[in-house]
């Protein structure tokens, strides 16, 4: 089974992912604190089925803020859950707060 939606401990294993990824990024980052848990959770089943649906034509990367907190100020995330989308290691679009599924393709499909 192919692994389809990546999970780095690290930011140098974030960074990895990016130079290895030969289409576009979505980066969904997500937080452990209270407030955040349960969006996150929700954004974790959306991401999940988004990279079912886009598999070969997107790499999905699910990182911790606080684990990778180099990517996370790099892309100006300030709150989580975020997603951003990165053509070759550059932001094209951002997304902040939850996302349904259908808002998810929408900011994909608006700029893949």
Do not use: Q
């Not at 130079?19 to 969904?28: D, G, I």
């Not at 959306?46 to 684990?67: E, F, M, Q």
């Not at 932001?91 to 994909?108: D, K, N, Q």
């Amino acid at each position: 089974m192919v692994k389809r939606v990546h999970r780095p401990r690290e930011d140098a294993e974030f960074d990895f992912i990016l130079r290895m990824s030969r289409v576009p990024v979505l980066a969904c980052f997500t937080g452990t604190w209270p407030k955040a848990v349960e969006p996150c959770r929700e954004m974790d089943l959306v991401v999940g089925g988004v990279a079912d649906d886009y598999a070969g034509r997107l790499t999905v990367v699910r990182a911790d803020i606080t684990r990778c907190p180099a990517a996370t100020e790099r892309y100006g995330i300030t709150g989580a859950p975020s997603c951003v989308l990165l053509k070759e290691g550059e932001a094209v679009a951002h997304g902040t707060g939850p996302m349904t599924s259908p808002e998810v393709r929408e900011f994909l499909d608006g700029h893949l």
